[in-house]
């Protein structure tokens, strides 16, 4: 056998690499409106990146109704392409909705805590109360109303996602070493003395590793995003968030922006 023939034999013996999967069905507007909601997006065959067709906005917020289940140990890619559709620029985000193991939206404020501002209800705490006692609050710093209570709160954050939150804190207020902590609103739920609780804050509504406030080209661009495994806590755009176990495509293009073209969207776990 000669020398080119074997290594021909060789060669064709190993097996090719395989590209990673799109979790992303229909990302490309290939198959027309499949998976993508009608009243928010409309095909386009003029201008696409690539193939066919592309998308439109043609309401500011979409939301792919596909849900997509992730590991939270993995590293996972995202990307897209996006243009102007007119000559406004778009408030524009690109990212994920976080879901927990009910595919039940996980909020920013049930995950984002301030570290060291754990304590304990003084008192009893009743549905209808808008002052809650606490029995150390000097750690809490509040700031541009986005601030609120977790109840129930367990060591190593073992509690998040933490739906059990307060309305808005207003002010804190140190009296006779017992903290008042006044909310906006009644508190919703009662919780007797000695629940253990912290300070959550308000923060991004979902997980976004690209954005552009001011977004405005002719041309395509991509835009990527990389998230690598599960935050401990908190609501950033490159780890998932505690207790994701699947996410939905989001696309921001809001007013009073213009509109946007997308194409070719991947999600990809990374081996």
């Known amino acids: 056998m000669s020398k080119v023939k074997a290594l021909f034999l060789a060669v064709s013996m190993v097996p090719f690499a395989l590209g990673a999967q ?155 070493n017992v903290w008042e902590l006044t909310l906006d609103n009644p508190c919703g739920k009662a919780y007797p003395a000695g629940t253990k609780i912290r300070q959550h804050k308000d923060s991004s509504s979902y997980m976004y590793s690209s954005f552009n406030e001011k977004f405005q080209s002719a041309a395509w661009v991509e835009f990527p995003g990389e998230i690598k495994g599960t935050a401990k806590s908190g609501a950033g755009g490159t780890q998932f968030w505690p207790g994701t176990k699947y996410v939905q495509v989001v696309i921001l293009a809001l007013p009073p922006g213009g509109k946007i073209y997308f194409d070719d969207l991947k999600l990809e776990e990374q081996k």
């Open 22 to 176: 799109n979790l992303i069905k229909n990302g490309d507007a290939e198959a027309n409106i499949d998976n993508w909601p009608p009243v928010l997006v409309q095909i386009v065959t003029d201008n696409p990146h690539s193939g066919k067709s592309c998308f439109k906005n043609t309401q500011p917020t979409i939301i792919s109704p596909d849900i997509i289940p992730v590991d939270g140990t993995k590293t996972y890619k995202y990307s897209g392409w996006f243009k102007s559709a007119d000559d406004k620029a778009a408030i524009f985000y690109f990212g994920l909705m976080p879901l927990d193991a009910n595919k039940v939206q996980i909020i920013a404020r049930e995950v984002n805590l301030i570290e060291g501002t754990e304590t304990e209800l003084a008192e009893d705490c009743k549905a209808e109360d808008t002052v809650l006692k606490a029995k150390d609050a000097s750690k809490w710093k509040l700031s541009d109303k986005t601030d609120r209570i977790a109840f129930n709160i367990l060591p190593d954050y073992k509690d998040l996602p933490n739906r059990n939150i307060s309305p808005v804190v207003n002010k804190t207020e140190n009296k006779n």
